[in-house]
């Protein structure tokens, strides 16, 4: 099982991207999938997580600027990021459940400048 991210880069403030994260291998469950971020010297955090049923979570510092969405047979979440902020810049990490196992990707870097 692989959780491949891709979409991040450089942007300015205020700016937008888009995060795209494929599970791939043998998955015959979905539990949920979603984003976490690492800003350097801080703790990850989670951004957002949905589950296969619908039911969302945000930190409260995105809600309204991002929007997370799972399309299931492909086995991808994605991330909208809009209205960036300089605080966005993390490296951003998919996470997921697979298979009733807690499973991550590879970080892709997000560089909002101010």
């Known amino acids: 099982v692989q959780l491949q991210a891709s979409g991040g880069g450089l942007v300015q403030a205020g700016g937008y991207l888009r995060l795209s994260c494929v599970a791939s291998?043998?998955?015959?469950?979905?539990?949920?999938m979603g984003w976490y971020r690492q800003a350097p010297g801080k703790q990850r955090e989670l951004v957002a997580f949905?589950?296969?049923?619908?039911?969302?979570n945000y930190a409260d510092a995105v809600k309204g600027r991002f929007t997370i969405s799972l399309v299931n047979a492909k086995k991808t979440v994605y991330l909208q990021m809009n209205s960036l902020k300089p605080e966005d810049t993390a490296v951003y990490y998919c996470n997921a459940q697979l298979n009733l196992l807690n499973s991550w990707g590879q970080g892709t870097q997000v560089t909002v400048s101010s």
């Open positions: 291998g043998s998955i015959y469950s979905i539990g949920g």
């Open positions: 949905t589950s296969v049923g619908g039911n969302t």
